[in-house]
T-cell receptor, first 114, second 110 residues
Framework: GAGVSQSPRYKVAKRGQDVALRCDPISGHVSLFWYQQALGQGPEFLTY????????KSGLPSDRFFAERPEGSVSTLKIQRTQQEDSAVYLC????????????FGPGTRLTVL | GDSVTQMEGPVTLSEEAFLTINCTYTATGYPSLFWYVQYPGEGLQLLLKATKADDKGSNKGFEATYRKETTSFHLEKGSVQVSDSAVYFCALLYGQNFVFGPGTRLSVLP
């Protein structure tokens, strides 16, 4: 079956532009996670949804970062007024109900802010 | 807070060599421990996991044992292949969220 997909795979933005990154989780997966992976580092947690409810957004680095999942499936991570330090790979992961341990990761969106 | 430390890479080995990638963690309580692998251009894939002390996770010839006394979860493989070249991430799960180490890049030469 289809895995987690993300689009675009690559995004170049000029400093100050707004960007929107999309995540399509595995069909039927209840939980959805966003991570930020800086170059040469491990992924760091940004935010977590269960269905359409955003249950944890403690990892969002600033109020320029906003995530939504209005219908409990597709999610969008929006970054307003991008800065160079926002350059990273943004990973999305989904998890089925009843599973505690495993998250299924998408290929990521590489964002470069010039 | 919770954290994971891994040996720095890159690690370069010849095919059929023995692999060890060290991983230690700091956590309150007793987290579940994981190794994820990231092949070029792909997302993270679960390699193996262990949910309690003394558990051994294994997959594709890789093994790791959850050692509570040394707070470690070292990854081992007896004979690596060129196809094992990737970045390996040690991670802990406590609550809903993963905490990842910085990753170790492995290159296996034919």
């Amino acid at each position: 079956g289809a895995g987690v997909s993300q689009s675009p795979r690559y995004k170049v933005a000029k400093r100050g532009q707004d960007v929107a990154l999309r995540c399509d989780p595995i069909s039927g997966h209840v939980s959805l996670f966003w991570y930020q992976q800086a170059l040469g580092q491990g992924p760091e947690f940004l935010t977590y949804f269960q269905n359409e409810a955003q249950l944890d957004k403690s990892g969002l680095p600033s109020d320029r970062f906003f995530a939504e999942r209005p219908e409990g499936s597709v999610s969008t991570l929006k970054i307003q007024r991008t800065q160079q330090e926002d350059s990273a790979v943004y990973l999305c992961a989904s998890r089925p109900s009843g599973s505690y341990n495993e998250q299924f990761f998408g290929p990521g969106t590489r964002l470069t802010v010039l | 807070g919770d954290s994971v430390t891994q040996m720095e890479g890159p690690v370069t080995l010849s095919e059929e060599a023995f692999l060890t990638i060290n991983c230690t963690y700091t956590a309150t309580g007793y987290p579940s421990l994981f190794w994820y692998v990231q092949y070029p251009g792909e997302g993270l894939q679960l390699l193996l996991k262990a949910t309690k002390a003394d558990d051994k996770g294994s997959n594709k010839g890789f093994e790791a044992t959850y050692r509570k006394e040394t707070t470690s979860f070292h990854l081992e493989k007896g004979s690596v292949q060129v196809s094992d070249s990737a970045v390996y991430f040690c991670a802990l799960l406590y609550g809903q969220n993963f905490v990842f180490g910085p990753g170790t890049r492995l290159s296996v030469l034919p």
